[in-house]
């Protein structure tokens, strides 16, 4: 993305302290940088906020939008090129200077930002927030950086693909080696590096309509290819669209949109109205459910643990017919008697490496050990779950990650488990979708660069009758 905003500060003005002026959009991705870092914050949740206290909106939160979350997927990257340049262990420089050179390196190697004004830009951002020295050592950097393309540095800084292909990829495409290497496994190493480089794309805003509050014709954008309910929209701010402020439609990933469409398409014996959400939080999945429900006659009950969660469900199910309750909980012991509900998801908390590109900061906070503790969660949840469905009643579990214990070891070691259990054919569910087929029989894996969705995991199970 090129920089739209001539209307900036000059270079070298001053403030009325005499401080160098900031350039307001790239002062606001430095303090999403900042929040990211120091807080934990998400950069989807804090950077709204921080648009908002800049008064940016249009082409600039576009600009910044793109500035931090490109400059955070491609940190790894950016970190190989930075230590070449610098004279010192980059643990050494200053936090805030190491986040600006990211953000500068961004602009210099992968937007279309003019040299000197992504170096000017970025040393005035330092001598603001820093000092004027830091703005030296920055300006220093920047220079050595934008002597090559991207491609040239990564054939500097990267090693031979034939020789070290983990480490390759962990550099070239910007992710933890573990984490190339659970994504190998799962996808094969003829597709590894289009996962990867699809992984650094910013993804596509795409709307769910939800049936019986809104239609798909309501809301502008190109149809999704998969989803029944959804459109990709071209650009501008979802929440200005009439249906989604008003919570008849809503933000949603098109592969999120086919796991709750998955459930409901299920066939069931018997009576059919009470359906579970057993790890509803954010609700969107939970919001396309209840309406699915209210079509058939049926009430959904949504269960959260946490408490603030469990509050974003009961936003996303405000005025939504079909809602029989939203219910704070442990999903593992659950507050329902057995044999309860005819239909249940179970949305596991996971590792999230299905949606690195919407969630930029993730590849930077899952370690390897998170792995164990998250799928002995995730076994319990599909147990629990299984118990509080009735005899002939379905299971969708669902995790937004491909990594293999997660999805085929889960679903193995329950139904090992288990012998009032059987898995069946989930492709069925989305006979639309190609290339499909997921690491066990009859499972479903969605792919960000097949589908153009988040890695979605889904298992169908039933209940013996």
Same mark, same amino acid.
């Given at each position: 993305?090129?920089?739209?905003?001539?209307?900036?500060?000059?270079?070298?003005?001053?403030?009325?302290?005499?401080?160098?002026?900031?350039?307001?959009?790239?002062?606001?991705? =430095?303090?999403?940088?900042? /929040? !990211?870092?120091?807080?934990?914050?998400?950069?989807?949740?804090?950077?709204?906020?921080?648009?908002?206290?800049?008064?940016?909106? +249009?082409?600039?939160?576009?600009?910044?939008?793109?500035?931090?979350?490109?400059?955070?997927?491609?940190?790894?990257?950016?970190?190989?090129?930075?230590?070449? #340049?610098?004279?010192?262990? &980059?643990?050494?420089?200053?936090?805030?200077?190491?986040?600006?050179?990211? $953000?500068?390196?961004?602009?210099?190697?992968?937007?279309?930002?003019?040299?000197?004004?992504?170096?000017?830009?970025?040393?005035?951002?330092?001598?603001?927030?820093?000092?004027?020295?830091?703005?030296?050592?920055?300006?220093?950097?920047?220079?050595?950086?934008?002597?090559?393309?991207?491609?040239?540095?990564?054939?500097? !800084?990267?090693?031979?693909?034939?020789?070290?292909?983990?480490?390759?990829?962990?550099?070239?495409?910007?992710?933890?080696?573990?984490?190339?290497?659970?994504?190998?496994?799962?996808?094969?190493?003829?597709?590894?590096?289009?996962?990867?480089?699809?992984?650094?794309?910013?993804?596509?805003?795409?709307?769910?309509?939800?049936?019986?509050?809104?239609?798909?014709?309501?809301?502008?954008?190109?149809?999704?290819?998969?989803?029944?309910? +959804?459109?990709?929209?071209?650009?501008?701010?979802?929440?200005?669209?009439?249906? !989604?402020?008003?919570?008849?439609?809503?933000?949603?990933?098109?592969?999120?949109?086919?796991?709750?469409?998955? =459930?409901?398409?299920?066939?069931?014996?018997?009576?059919?109205?009470?359906? =579970?959400?057993?790890?509803?939080?954010?609700?969107?999945?939970?919001?396309?459910?209840?309406?699915?429900?209210?079509?058939?006659?049926?009430?959904?009950? /949504?269960?959260?643990?946490?408490?603030?969660?469990?509050? $974003?469900?009961?936003?996303?199910?405000?005025?939504?017919?079909?809602?029989?309750?939203?219910?704070?909980?442990?999903?593992?012991?659950?507050?329902?008697?057995?044999?309860?509900?005819?239909?249940?998801?179970?949305?596991?908390? #996971?590792?999230?490496?299905?949606?690195?590109?919407?969630?930029?900061?993730?590849?930077?906070?899952?370690?390897?050990?998170?792995?164990? +503790?998250?799928?002995?969660?995730?076994?319990?949840? &599909?147990?629990?779950? &299984?118990? $509080?469905?009735?005899?002939?009643?379905?299971?969708?579990?669902?995790? #937004?990650?491909?990594?293999?214990?997660?999805?085929?070891?889960?679903?193995?070691?329950? $139904?090992?488990?288990?012998?009032? !259990?059987?898995?069946?054919?989930?492709?069925?569910?989305?006979?639309?979708?190609?290339?499909?087929?997921?690491?066990?029989?009859?499972?479903?894996? &969605?792919?960000?660069?097949?589908? +153009?969705?988040?890695?979605?995991?889904?298992?169908?199970?039933?209940? /013996?009758?």
């Amino acid at each position: 993305m090129a920089d739209p905003r001539p209307r900036g500060p000059q270079r070298g003005s001053r403030t009325s302290t005499g401080r160098t002026a900031a350039d307001p959009a790239r002062l606001a991705a =430095l303090e999403v940088m900042k /929040a !990211v870092r120091v807080d934990g914050a998400y950069t989807n949740l804090v950077l709204p906020a921080v648009l908002r206290q800049h008064g940016l909106s +249009g082409r600039d939160a576009a600009f910044t939008t793109e500035l931090v979350s490109g400059t955070i997927r491609r940190r790894g990257t950016y970190d190989a090129i930075l230590a070449a #340049c610098v004279d010192r262990p &980059l643990s050494k420089v200053e936090a805030k200077v190491l986040d600006a050179l990211r $953000l500068g390196t961004h602009q210099l190697l992968s937007m279309r930002v003019p040299t000197h004004a992504a170096i000017s830009t970025t040393v005035d951002l330092v001598r603001a927030k820093v000092s004027s020295g830091a703005g030296g050592f920055t300006n220093a950097v920047l220079r050595q950086v934008a002597r090559q393309s991207l491609a040239e540095w990564i054939g500097r !800084v990267a090693p031979d693909p034939r020789v070290a292909p983990t480490r390759f990829a962990s550099i070239a495409y910007s992710h933890p080696r573990w984490i190339v290497d659970e994504l190998r496994s799962a996808v094969g190493a003829e597709e590894l590096f289009d996962l990867l480089a699809a992984d650094n794309e910013p993804p596509r805003v795409t709307l769910v309509a939800r049936p019986g509050r809104s239609t798909r014709e309501e809301l502008p954008g190109e149809r999704t290819p998969f989803s029944p309910y +959804g459109v990709v929209l071209a650009g501008g701010d979802p929440g200005e669209i009439p249906a !989604v402020a008003e919570g008849r439609a809503g933000v949603q990933d098109e592969g999120s949109q086919l796991v709750a469409a998955s =459930l409901a398409a299920a066939s069931v014996e018997g009576p059919d109205d009470r359906w =579970l959400d057993l790890c509803a939080g954010p609700g969107g999945k939970a919001a396309l459910l209840a309406a699915l429900a209210d079509q058939r006659g049926a009430g959904l009950v /949504a269960a959260e643990r946490q408490e603030h969660r469990a509050r $974003l469900v009961q936003r996303a199910l405000r005025g939504a017919a079909g809602t029989l309750g939203v219910v704070t909980a442990d999903g593992t012991a659950p507050p329902f008697p057995p044999d309860r509900f005819d239909r249940v998801l179970v949305d596991a908390p #996971c590792t999230g490496l299905g949606a690195l590109r919407r969630r930029p900061e993730a590849r930077w906070r899952r370690r390897a050990d998170d792995l164990l +503790g998250l799928v002995l969660l995730q076994r319990r949840l &599909l147990s629990s779950a &299984l118990d $509080l469905t009735r005899p002939g009643g379905v299971v969708l579990y669902a995790t #937004c990650s491909p990594v293999l214990s997660e999805t085929r070891g889960v679903v193995s070691s329950v $139904l090992e488990s288990r012998g009032d !259990v059987w898995l069946e054919d989930a492709r069925a569910l989305v006979p639309d979708v190609p290339d499909c087929d997921g690491p066990m029989p009859g499972t479903v894996q &969605l792919w960000p660069h097949r589908h +153009g969705t988040d890695a979605m995991f889904l298992a169908l199970l039933r209940r /013996a009758g």
